[in-house]
């Protein structure tokens, strides 16, 4: 380790082969080295000493709606990637709607590229999205880097936005699997949604209701049966109803090549808790019974759910009213996610490890970034979070980066506080003091 030039010493760091003290040799952004904890500094080195506090690889989230540019009064690049860097998130990638112009073609692409640049706290990617009209896109999108493509199967919340029927899914779907591509999806039944009784005013029971079980169960089967059929691989996104898991499980065992991801929200929070009006805690598909949050957890550690994103989808706040069938759904999560899945998952007997794994290692490898990202391994980047995780604090919607600070979490005590985050061995933010933005922008090929 004689080049390195940095040293973060930690009584726990979690590494692929389990956690101990060690320390960890930084040079050029990259980990060269995994170290016992009593090895020698090198002369020139810098150490950083973290005593107990726990070192852990940057998470990588996948599910972020920044919304920049167009819906900037929402959400931006600026503002978003501060509240990941403040949540212990050193990468995350961006849904290809919400924003204006959506990330269809590679010209938006370009233009959502530019946008960011030099507003990233994190590194920051791009999903591209599959619609209707856009097949002849997806390739040139797939070239241009996107790591995938989303696509709905029932009304999408926004107009430029459309979903996909089933004819147009298989469509998509043939055309990503002709270059080995991924394709995402919000599978909720637009059939089974329109059958439901409609939503109306501020009860949440109604709200739910609106949004059954079996609308994802149909749409995650037909995904399925179309995966197998074409051979492609597909990703659930946000999965809430655990119904479903029999039929992925049986799935996965059949080879069939699909992942699943869940959120914060579904793991934390659930529906009889929810007061009526309180539209922060309004998101598609629906945080469900306490009894369904029980088999989602039970499937993550089984292996059936594959990991856990933010699904960080915010608006302004007005467009929060207290009529669930009007109010914007969507739980703005960055900042909050990992000591609210940590608080939960120590409750449940889960490690941090299980926690590392599931917005890290696995999101990575979902992306495919996991040449560089998602472990503390020498060769990857020196992306990091310090975490005290015996530690709580109570959240106070005051202290979020996120634009508008509308939270499903205030006032909640959390355990884990994130004491800084390191981006390719520099500290990007510490006790709530960010430095410049030096985020990149990656690519699939990176
Ligand atoms: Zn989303």
């Not at 690049?77 to 509240?83: D, K, L, P, V």
């Not at 088999?295 to 009529?323: E, F, M, N, R, Y």
């Not at 890290?360 to 040449?371: F, H, I, N, V, Y």
């Not at 985050?421 to 933005?437: C, N, Q, Y």
């Amino acid at each position: 380790m004689s080049d390195a030039e940095l040293v973060l010493r930690s009584t726990r760091v979690i590494t692929p082969e389990g956690t101990r003290a060690a320390s960890v040799a930084v040079a050029d952004g990259t980990i060269t080295a995994v170290l016992p904890y009593d090895a020698p500094v090198p002369a020139g080195a810098r150490l950083e000493d973290l005593g107990d506090d726990v070192l852990l690889p940057g998470l990588v989230d996948t599910h972020v709606h920044v919304n920049d540019p167009g819906r900037t009064e929402w959400e931006g690049f600026w503002t978003a990637t501060r509240a990941a860097a403040a949540g212990g998130i050193t990468t995350l990638v961006d849904m290809p709607l919400n924003s204006l112009p959506p990330t269809t073609t590679v010209d938006h692409l370009r233009t959502k590229q530019r946008v960011a640049a030099d507003k990233a706290h994190v590194d920051v990617g791009f999903w591209g999205g599959a619609l209707p009209d856009n097949v002849k896109d997806l390739r040139p999108l797939h070239e241009a880097g996107v790591f995938g493509f989303k696509a709905f199967l029932s009304p999408s919340g926004v107009d430029e936005f459309p979903h996909l029927d089933q004819e147009q899914l298989a469509r998509s779907l043939a055309e990503i699997a002709a270059f080995d591509g991924l394709l995402i999806v919000h599978a909720e039944d637009p059939h089974h949604l329109a059958a439901a009784p409609q939503p109306a005013g501020p009860k949440y029971a109604d709200f739910l209701a609106s949004r059954p079980r079996d609308a994802e169960d149909t749409a995650i089967a037909h995904l399925v049966d179309q995966a197998k059929r074409l051979g492609a691989r597909v990703h659930v996104l946000h999965l809430s109803s655990g119904d479903a898991l029999p039929l992925i499980a049986a799935a996965k065992a059949d080879g069939v090549r699909v992942t699943v991801e869940t959120c914060p929200h579904y793991l934390t929070l659930t529906a009889e808790e929810v007061p009526d009006g309180a539209s922060e805690f309004k998101c598609c598909p629906p945080i469900r019974e306490a009894a369904n949050q029980d088999l989602l957890w039970q499937a993550l550690a089984d292996g059936t759910i594959d990991c856990v994103v933010t699904d960080h989808s915010p608006s302004t706040a007005d467009l929060k009213t207290d009529d669930f069938s009007t109010a914007w759904g969507g739980i703005s999560g960055l900042q909050l996610s990992l000591p609210a899945v940590w608080t939960e998952a120590r409750r449940r007997g889960h490690g941090l490890e299980d926690v590392v794994r599931w917005m890290s290692t696995r999101t990575a490898e979902l992306a495919g970034l996991d040449a560089r990202k998602g472990a503390i391994a020498p060769g990857r980047d020196a992306d990091f979070a310090v975490l005290a995780p015996d530690e709580t604090f109570t959240v106070d919607p005051a202290a979020l980066q996120h634009r508008n600070p509308v939270t499903a979490y205030a006032g909640r005590t959390l355990y884990g506080v994130v004491r800084s985050t390191w981006l390719r061995g520099r500290r990007i933010v510490a006790g709530g003091e960010f430095t410049e933005p030096k985020g990149r922008l990656l690519t699939r090929s990176h």
